[in-house]
């Protein structure tokens, strides 16, 4: 029996997709705390239960269990609270995937402080814009040569920090850091072990906001997404029931902290399962063969990458690997084309399950244990959250009919995990969150048997020739021909047809550019779905222009078609 799990859900087991959907249930006490009410019970209850199994390219690794994650993010709470960090505070953090992120967050989480997770990717123009739209009290950032040149060009444009904190390479306290900033591992150790859980004022509520996202939107500003502290335990759904985490067993996400995503699968719902986190710190380019080894040498039990990463580990020589430890894959972050799961069922006799959401909430939609993986089909919906697919009328629309994917009832009940608003913009959250239903923007269709399958964002759907085209169908009629590793489906401007399909290709390994491998994969797309589908122009790339959180930016791609200069 979970322990925690039992706290917060009536029912953990159920016989069927329709019972887990009707009868499911996440009671959110009044002043749930994921730090206290996680974190610490688990070290009270399970003292030596690991939590968190951590390794990087360099040969290093660190076993974490509750108790040491209780004690140390005490001490941290304890000398950030010297430092002047309270309940409300902001603090941003470019950590990657060190070990001290997870001490960190649960330290925020203890004071009260709100945490904004960034990547360490972030230009100096990027890092200003987020510490002085949220008005950041104070950045936490490792000592790596490129992230802390970005933050000294941002820091005097930023008045309202106040606080610079680095996590060195080195684990010894006292190592050096530069005049104006202060050793992360030097607070930890100096500081006291001895902390009480704030009462009255000081203490949290679910109302108060712990998470900040600057959402990786593929248009536009990153926007800053608000979820409260009763956010963690929406991600029961994502860890439990689509990831599939056991207790006590490995689960491995790769994602950087600065991504949603690592807060779908490498902290809250996972840690609430009693599942330990594998996090494999991996540096500079994404390396298939690595991230392979180390699922073999450690024997991971879950497993969840975006489709990207399956793509290109299909390019290794899997059977060099032992996956046979791995009890279920799944996918999210770009929709996942059925040519990629069904190869990677042929290569290790298990297929993806897919799941499907965004920065503001947990999973939405996904192949949970008892939905059959249909490859190309994001699965079915999640219960709590009552989606549903909507026409531009507001509508109901049939099977069938492209809709977009709503969060409906929110006036009679807001779902666990949902986030709140935008922060500091209430315009936006009055149009996204204030009326009935949540509108993502992002399209879909629902078979007869309650299997959704993506078509693409609203404003990436091409309209040619009287004609609407979803970039997903064309992709992944693209990405099944071996010549292309990855693709873009955009639209194009056309004197006659208005716009016409291109397909922006990065090819496979043994594949060159040329005139006749175009024309055979025009074909190719003609042979497998409408005709009149086919993309018209091919550009062939080294790399398709991504979000941090790996999303491919198609409106890059239009926006330079057009003649136009990106802003980001």
């Known amino acids: 029996m979970n322990h925690i799990l039992n706290k917060y859900c009536p029912r953990i087991e159920f016989d069927s997709y329709q019972d887990f ?6 009671n959110v006490p009044e002043d749930f705390n994921f730090a206290y009410d996680v974190v610490d019970e688990w070290a009270q209850v399970e003292p030596d239960k690991r939590a968190l199994l951590w390794c990087d390219d360099n040969g290093a690794e660190k076993t974490l269990t509750f108790s040491d994650i209780s004690a140390l993010s005490n001490r941290l709470a304890n000398a950030l609270s010297g430092l002047g960090i309270a309940k409300g505070d902001i603090v941003l953090c470019l950590l990657r995937q060190r070990w001290e992120y997870w001490v960190t967050a649960t330290a925020l989480c ?85 902390w009480q859980r704030p009462t009255g004022a000081a203490a949290t509520s679910n109302d108060d906001i712990m998470l900040i996202y600057f959402t990786s939107g593929t248009t536009g500003l990153a926007k800053m997404c608000m979820h409260n502290f009763a956010h963690p335990l929406g991600h029961i759904i994502t860890a439990k029931y689509w990831q599939q985490v ?7 996400s790769v994602t950087d902290s600065g991504w949603a995503k690592f807060g779908w699968g490498k902290i809250y719902g996972q840690w609430i399962a009693g599942a330990c986190i594998f996090a494999y710190d991996s540096i500079g380019r994404f390396n298939p063969h690595n991230l392979l080894e180390r699922i073999s040498r450690y024997q991971v039990t879950t497993f969840c990458v975006p489709p990207t990463m399956y793509r290109f580990m299909l390019q290794e020589d899997l059977s060099q690997f032992d996956l046979s430890s791995v009890a279920n894959f799944t996918t999210a972050g770009e929709p996942l084309n059925a040519d990629v799961t069904e190869r990677w069922q042929a290569a290790t006799g298990k297929l993806i399950r897919e799941g499907f959401g965004q920065s503001e909430g947990p999973v939405l939609l996904a192949t949970f244990p008892w939905v059959e993986p249909r490859p190309g089909s994001m699965g079915k919906p999640s219960p709590l959250l009552n989606i549903q697919l909507l026409n531009s009328a507001g509508q109901l ?14 006036k009679q009940c807001w779902p666990p995990g949902l986030f709140v608003g ?23 269709w629902r078979d007869p048997d309650g299997y959704y399958t993506f078509v693409g964002r609203n404003d990436d759907v091409i309209k040619c020739s009287g004609y609407r085209i979803g970039p997903f169908e064309v992709e992944s009629a693209l990405v099944a021909h071996p010549a292309v590793l990855e693709c873009a489906i955009t639209a194009a401007p056309d004197e006659v047809r208005g716009n016409v399909v291109k397909a922006t290709i990065v090819l496979a390994r043994g594949f060159e550019p040329s005139d006749e491998l175009t024309r055979e994969l025009q074909e190719h797309v003609k042979a497998v779905t409408a005709p009149f589908k086919y993309p018209r122009i091919v550009e062939y790339v080294a790399e398709l222009p991504k979000t941090i959180g790996g999303k491919i930016k198609r409106a890059q791609i239009r926006t330079e078609d057009e003649g136009g200069q990106w802003q980001e």
């Open 397 to 410: 629309t049939e099977d069938g009919e492209e809709g977009s994917i709503c969060v409906t009832g929110l």
């Open 21 to 26: 959907f009707e009868n499911f249930q996440i």
């Open 110 to 194: 203890k004071l009260g402080a709100t945490i904004i997770p960034a990547t360490t990717q972030l230009t100096t123009k990027d890092i200003v814009y987020r510490l002085n739209a949220s008005g950041a009290k104070a950045v936490v950032a490792i000592d790596d040569d490129y992230v802390q040149a970005q933050l000294a060009g941002a820091v005097p444009d930023c008045p309202a920090l106040q606080l610079q904190i680095v996590v060195e390479q080195s684990e010894i306290p006292g190592a050096e850091a530069a005049a104006e900033k202060l050793s992360w591992h030097s607070l930890v150790a100096q500081a006291s072990e001895a």
């Open 246 to 252: 056991q207790e006590n067993k490995l689960h491995c």
């Open 422 to 444: 935008y922060y500091k913009n209430p315009e936006q959250t009055a149009e996204a969150v204030g009326g009935e239903y949540y509108d993502l923007h992002d399209v879909a």
